[in-house]
């Protein structure tokens, strides 16, 4: 009787449940160095960079491009954490969202969407064309990648760009996204980012969905819809204005 | 029961998506737009609705709550699958652009911010 076979085969077969042992024990873990640093850095935050320090391991492992959700027997990670149980349990965090809040952004939280866009983008374009990518479909390729991973192959799709360029511009948006992760909880005093309005104005600047959830989720729980829900618009907004009037306002500078 | 809360929760992910697949399809971008945030928008409302008149048991609103609940373990979840190893070899050139552009939307905030009306809810505060 091969007792590690069959345990193995057992959590492959139920790999989501697998997952929820699995992340429960890191959250565990996360709270625990949490309390041994006086709640200092928040248990959650910890936890996610336990997460990005696991997908770092399983991409080394595999040579895979999905983390630790590569490994056989943690592949229900990907289900868990995957697009459709995330976007779920975002909207449910709108339960304890208060639309007066809400409300109260208006013109900032659309604003913030452009800023956040259009300065992301010019970010992109401007260290594309000092590392050397001076042809404007590339420049626009990797600025989109600065705004999000998905805005970048889009973009570059749309517009053509070379494969290389394509996969640099992703790199730009999950460096993004990560750092987003992060940072957050480390710039919120600092920024001031302790309320609804200001969360939904940090939501709309940053955009990566991904980033934006685990920061605030690490920063304070109760922000995590109001920047969710302008966080949402963004991708969607990028897409729209990258391989479009941003990519033509490049043209027309860069010729 | 539970379900009723799951099941108004999965009600409200499906309409918003469907919202913003159609918004994605009339702006002709190949995303979409906003299906999210529209989902957050009817679960707020369609549970407003719901609790003002009663027509909401503690029961049902724990489906939801437990979801809410598990939203930070499903972004650990998320965090273990990002590819980090092709984010570090994506090189200078894609470190520098994302950590800058982040940089950049940080100043942001607090400027932005300025804008909005400042939260008199004291209740938040807490």
């Known amino acids: 009787m091969d007792l590690v076979k069959m345990g193995t085969a057992l959590f492959v077969k139920n790999g989501l449940l697998t997952a929820f042992m699995v992340i429960g024990v890191v959250t565990w873990l996360s709270y625990y160095v949490s309390n041994l640093t006086n709640k200092r850095i928040h248990g959650s935050a910890i936890a996610i960079v336990f997460g990005l320090l696991m997908a770092y391991w399983g991409g080394l492992m595999t040579g895979g491009n999905k983390g630790i959700s590569d490994v056989k027997v943690l592949s229900g990670i990907g289900l868990m954490g995957g697009g459709m149980l995330r976007d779920f349990a975002i909207v449910s965090t709108a339960f304890g969202a208060r639309l007066s809040e809400i409300k109260k952004t208006g013109l900032a939280g659309v604003l913030s969407l452009f800023v956040g866009i259009v300065t992301s983008y010019i970010v992109g374009v401007a260290l594309a064309f000092m590392f050397g990518y001076t042809d404007t479909v590339s420049m626009a390729t990797i600025g989109a990648g600065a705004v999000t991973f998905i805005v970048g192959p889009v973009t570059g799709a749309a517009l053509g760009a070379s494969s290389p360029v394509i996969a640099i511009s992703i790199a730009a948006g999950v460096v993004k996204s990560i750092l987003v992760m992060i940072l957050t909880p480390l710039m919120a005093p600092y920024i001031g980012l302790n309320n609804p309005q200001a969360a939904m104005v940090y939501g709309g600047l940053m955009g990566t969905t991904s980033g934006t959830a685990a920061g605030l989720a690490a920063t304070d729980p109760r922000l995590v819809p109001y920047g969710a829900m302008t966080a949402t618009f963004y991708t969607g907004l990028g897409c729209l204005l990258c391989p479009s009037i941003l990519f033509l306002m490049t043209k027309a500078i860069f010729g | ?126």
């Not at chain 2, 029961?59 to 273990?80: D, H, K, L, N, R």
């Not at chain 2, 994506?90 to 652009?97: M, N, Q, R, S, W």
């Open chain 2, 1 to 126: 029961m539970a379900i009723y809360g799951v099941a108004i929760l999965a009600f409200c992910y499906f309409a918003g998506n469907f919202i913003g697949d159609m918004l994605g399809a009339l702006l002709k971008v190949k995303a979409n737009v906003g299906g999210v945030g529209f989902a957050m928008l009817f679960l707020i409302l369609l549970i407003d609705y719901l609790q003002s008149n009663k027509m909401i048991s503690k029961a049902s609103e724990g489906g939801i709550a437990f979801w809410s609940a598990m939203y930070i373990p499903i972004v650990v979840a998320m965090a273990a699958q990002q590819n980090v190893l092709a984010a570090l070899k994506g090189g200078p050139l894609a470190i520098l652009a994302g950590t800058i552009a982040v940089l950049v939307a940080f100043l942001f905030v607090p400027i932005l911010g300025k804008i909005t009306k400042p939260s008199t809810d004291d209740e938040w505060k807490k």
